[in-house]
T-cell receptor, first 113, second 108 residues
Framework: DAGVIQSPRHEVTEMGQEVTLRCKPI?????LFWYRQTMMRGLELLIY????????DSGMPEDRFSAKMPNASFSTLKIQPSEPRDSAVYFC???????????FGSGTRLTVV | GEDVEQSLFLSVREGDSSVINCTYT??????LYWYKQEPGAGLQLLTY?????DMKQDQRLTVLLNKKDKHLSLRIADTQTGDSAIYFC????????FGAGTRLAVHP
């Protein structure tokens, strides 16, 4: 298995633009998580899905953020409009209810200028 | 609520043992985890311990769990320069909650 795949690896965008981050979880995993990592706030859980259904989105900072999981092999995190304070590394992770631990992707480094 | 606390920085000499400490609040956590993050990379699962265990050893890594004090530690024996990274402690019930991470610096 290629692991959790995120794209793009790096994204630089201007304030006000829409940004879409993508994630392909490990095949067979039924949980998917989106985390954001910054120096100031560390690793924050934004939202997670179980069997493609959002379970807890209490970590989503505001209405500008939205996440979808249309099928078991794909998820997106969208920011519209983006702001400089959204600059961070965004990680996707997946896990199986039959196993333990999460497998993380390599992350998307987002810079909003 | 859930909270995980770690010291932020540890410096050790190559060949010595490193001990990274963590305290957590959620006594219902089924598993407790240690993750490693190298620069520019995602988090890699290092090891985990089930909540009914006191100790787990895996090659150079030893995890100790004190449930009474809600204290978790990771010992790395014979620390190498390749062990330089940020180490995260995490607890879980339905979702992983991470500490702020301990930056381990290994010097010759």
């Amino acid at each position: 298995d290629a692991g959790v795949i995120q794209s793009p690896r790096h994204e630089v965008t201007e304030m006000g633009q829409e940004v879409t981050l993508r994630c392909k979880p490990i095949s067979g995993h039924d949980y998917l998580f989106w985390y954001r990592q910054t120096m100031m706030r560390g690793l924050e859980l934004l939202i997670y899905f179980n069997n493609n259904v959002p379970i807890d989105d209490s970590g989503m900072p505001e209405d500008r953020f939205s996440a979808k999981m249309p099928n078991a092999s794909f998820s997106t995190l969208k920011i519209q409009p983006s702001e400089p304070r959204d600059s961070a590394v965004y990680f996707c992770a997946s896990s199986s209810s039959q196993g333990y631990g999460y497998t993380f992707g390599s992350g998307t480094r987002l810079t909003v200028v | 609520g859930e909270d995980v606390e770690q010291s932020l920085f540890l410096s050790v000499r190559e060949g010595d043992s490193s001990v990274i400490n963590c305290t957590y609040t959620d006594s219902s956590s089924t598993y407790l985890y240690w993750y490693k993050q190298e620069p520019g990379a995602g988090l890699q699962l290092l090891t985990y311990i089930f909540s009914n265990m006191d100790m787990k050893q895996d090659q150079r890594l030893t995890v100790l769990l004190n449930k009474k004090d809600k204290h978790l530690s990771l010992r790395i024996a014979d620390t190498q320069t390749g062990d330089s990274a940020i180490y995260f402690c995490a607890e879980t019930e339905d979702k992983l909650i991470f500490g702020a991470g301990t930056r381990l610096a290994v010097h010759p």
